[in-house]
């Protein structure tokens, strides 16, 4: 009962979350980045809540947390298998694992 309770709450701020980085990218297509901003930061502060973890490390900067976009609000290296994200909003780099498929690693 308890636990049945606490799984709806996950699927609810799952779709939450979703919805909140949806509208963040949205907004910061059209160049609006604080907007963006802050949908990041509650959809953050939602999967702290619920204790999920979000699905979408690297869609935006974890220290300003403007909504990724290659190009316009990042810059996206692969470098020693390691995908490298570099923020031109704040000039933080974040590094996540990256996984290649299994071919000629060269
Ligand atoms: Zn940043």
Do not use: W
């Amino acid at each position: 009962m308890y636990r049945k309770e606490s799984q709806e709450a996950r699927k609810i701020a799952r779709e939450r979350i979703e919805k909140l980085f949806s509208q963040a990218e949205l907004f910061t297509k059209e160049g609006r980045y604080d907007l963006g901003r802050r949908y990041v930061s509650l959809a953050r502060r939602i999967g702290m809540k619920v204790d999920i973890s979000v699905g979408h490390r690297m869609d935006y900067c974890r220290n300003c947390n403007v909504y990724m976009i290659p190009a316009r609000t990042c810059r996206v290296r692969v470098r020693r298998g390691r995908k490298v994200i570099f923020c031109l909003s704040c000039g933080n780099t974040s590094r996540f694992p990256y996984r290649r498929k299994k071919r000629a690693e060269g």
